[in-house]
């Protein structure tokens, strides 16, 4: 089943090691931006174990793709 396609970054559910990066893309205002990345990459959706394994193996991505530096991510913390 494919959930992703109706709920945004900010309802997801995450666990484990995925949740830290859900909370980073949030506190940093990129939802929306995530939101459309990931509808650009995955039109079909995707279900909760792929989105949360991309957040939780792929966090480096993600952010690569955001637009995020090294030096924001180091202002965050």
């Known amino acids: 089943m494919k959930v992703y396609k109706e709920q945004g970054i900010e309802n997801f ?3 484990e090691g995925a949740i830290n990066t859900q909370e980073r893309i949030v506190k940093l205002g990129l939802a929306d931006q995530f939101d459309f990345l ?3 990459l995955y039109p079909d959706g ?3 174990t792929e989105l949360n394994d991309l957040l ?3 966090p480096e991505w993600i952010f690569e ?3 995020v530096t090294e030096d924001e991510e180091d202002e965050e913390e």
């Open 13 to 15: 559910q995450a666990w």
């Open 38 to 40: 990931i509808e650009d």
């Open 46 to 48: 995707l279900s909760s």
């Open 56 to 58: 939780w193996f792929e």
């Open 65 to 67: 793709c955001l637009g």
